[in-house]
C-alpha cells in the first residue's frame, strides 16, 4: 500500500498519524508512506523520529478575521495545493489520509484532484474546520467520538473507531505499585490527584493548584503534578518567595517538570485533573479513571468542552470551566469526590466502558476497505 498522511502543527493531528502509520506497517510491513506537513510544526520532530519520510509545503493556519496577514496566509494555503499537487503525482498513493489541521485542505483537494481516494480522521467531539471543509469530497470519515458524527452531514460514510493512543489499561503488580508510590514520595494511605496541562498551556489550573499547595489545601489528597519543563523552574521560585516552601520537600506533594511514564501513573492515581483535548480524554477512558477537566477556553469552536462533555455525560467525569476556576472550587470539589473511593472507581469504570478498543486495527481495516471499494 502507498500511503499520503497530512499531519502537522500540534502532536494531537501528528501523534495519530504515525500510529496509523505504524499499523499498516505492521500489517503490510512493504507498504510506502509519506508524510506531507510544513517545515515549522512538531512534525520536523515526531515524523523522521518516527522512521518516516516527511515532505514540507507552505501552507497556514488562519483564523477568520480580516486582516493582511491572514489573506496572505489564505493565499499561501491554497497556493499550496499546487505543491501538494507535484509530490501526490511523484508519489502516486492508493490513499491519502489526514488527521485533522489546515494541512489536511490543501492536501485533500490535491488529492480530489488526482482521483486519490481521501480517508480522514477526526479525534475531538466537535469537528474542526478542515474535516468540515472536505467532508463530502472523503471516501470516508473516522471519529474518535460518536458526538462528531451529527455535525458531519455531508460525510458519504462515517464510522466511528476511537482515537490512537499509547496509553492503555495495565494492571499494575502491588511489587510495581510499591515501587510508583516510593520514587514518586507518595503514601498508599491517601487518595493520589493528578495533575497536568497539556500543550495547549494551562496557567489557570498552575494558579490554583499553587494556592491549594502554598496554603496546604490538600490535607485530604496527594498531589502528582506534571508542572511543565518551561514552567517548574518558574514554579519553585514562587513557591519558595510566596509560601516559603522548598519544592522537592512539600507535604502530600510531589511536583516534577515532566512525567515519562504517564501510562504507569495514570494507571497508579486515583483522580486525574486536565485540559480536555482529544488524546487526553481517550486516554483517561482507556485506563478507567475519573477525571476533573478545565477545557482550554481558547480552542477552536470551543471543542475542548465538548470533548469533556462525552465523559461527563455517562458519569465519569466533572467540568468545571476555566472562567470558573479557582482554588476554592477546585479544591472543594476535588475534597468532594475523594472521600468515597469506591465512587471513583465507579466513575472510572464508566469511562472505560464507552473507551474503544483496538482501534489502529480497526481504522487499518475500514482503510483497506476503501480501497478495495475504489
Known amino acids: 500500500m502507498r500511503v499520503v498522511i497530512a499531519a502537522a502543527g500540534t502532536g494531537g493531528h501528528i501523534n495519530p498519524g504515525i500510529a496509523i502509520a505504524n499499523e499498516i506497517k505492521k500489517q503490510e510491513p512493504d507498504s510506502q508512506i509519506l508524510f506531507i506537513g510544513t517545515n515549522r510544526g512538531l512534525e520536523n520532530d515526531l515524523v523522521p523520529r518516527a522512521g518516516y519520510e516527511l515532505k514540507a509545503i507552505n501552507a497556514y493556519g488562519f483564523d477568520r478575521t480580516l486582516s493582511i496577514q491572514n489573506f496572505k496566509k489564505i493565499y499561501q494555503t491554497f497556493h499550496s495545493i499546487q505543491e501538494a499537487k507535484k509530490i501526490i503525482t511523484s508519489f502516486k498513493p492508493d490513499v491519502m489520509i489526514g488527521t485533522g489541521g489546515y494541512i489536511c485542505i490543501p492536501v485533500g483537494l490535491a488529492a480530489k484532484k488526482k482521483k486519490v481516494p481521501i480517508v480522514l480522521h477526526e479525534s475531538n467531539a466537535f469537528p474542526g474546520m478542515s474535516i468540515k471543509l472536505l467532508s463530502s469530497k472523503a471516501s470516508k470519515i473516522l471519529l474518535g467520538f460518536a458526538d462528531a458524527k451529527p455535525r458531519l452531514p455531508k460525510a458519504k460514510k462515517i464510522v466511528v473507531t476511537g482515537t490512537p493512543t499509547k496509553v492503555k489499561k495495565i494492571m499494575l503488580t502491588n511489587t510495581k505499585k510499591q515501587q510508583l508510590l516510593k520514587q514518586n514520595e507518595l ?14 498551556g494551562a496557567q489557570s489550573i498552575n494558579n490554583s493548584l499553587l494556592e491549594i499547595i502554598g496554603k496546604k489545601q490538600n490535607q485530604d489528597y496527594q498531589i502528582m503534578w506534571a508542572a511543565g519543563p518551561s514552567q517548574y523552574e518558574g514554579i519553585k521560585e514562587l513557591l519558595k518567595q510566596k509560601y516559603h516552601l522548598e519544592i522537592e520537600h512539600i507535604t502530600n506533594t510531589k511536583i516534577v517538570p515532566y512525567i515519562y511514564n504517564m501510562e504507569e501513573m495514570m494507571n497508579l492515581v486515583d483522580l486525574i485533573v486536565a485540559r480536555s483535548g482529544a488524546m487526553t480524554i481517550t486516554e483517561i477512558a482507556n485506563v478507567g479513571k475519573p477525571a476533573i477537566f478545565i477545557p482550554y477556553p481558547f480552542a477552536t469552536e470551543n471543542h475542548q468542552e465538548y470533548n469533556a462533555k462525552v465523559l461527563e455525560k455517562v458519569g465519569a467525569a466533572k467540568i468545571i470551566l476555566d472562567k470558573d476556576l479557582n482554588a476554592k472550587t477546585l479544591n472543594t470539589m476535588i475534597c468532594q469526590m475523594v472521600k ?11 469511562g472505560y466502558a464507552v473507551s474503544i478498543q483496538n482501534v489502529e486495527k480497526r481504522i487499518y481495516e475500514e482503510i483497506k476497505e476503501t480501497l478495495t471499494v475504489n
Not at 503514601?187 to 495547549?200: M, Y
Not at 468515597?340 to 469504570?349: A, K, P
Open 340 to 350: 468515597d473511593r469506591s465512587q471513583l472507581q465507579q466513575m472510572g469504570e464508566k
Open 187 to 200: 503514601k498508599e494511605d491517601k487518595p493520589i490527584v493528578l495533575f497536568f496541562g497539556g500543550s495547549q
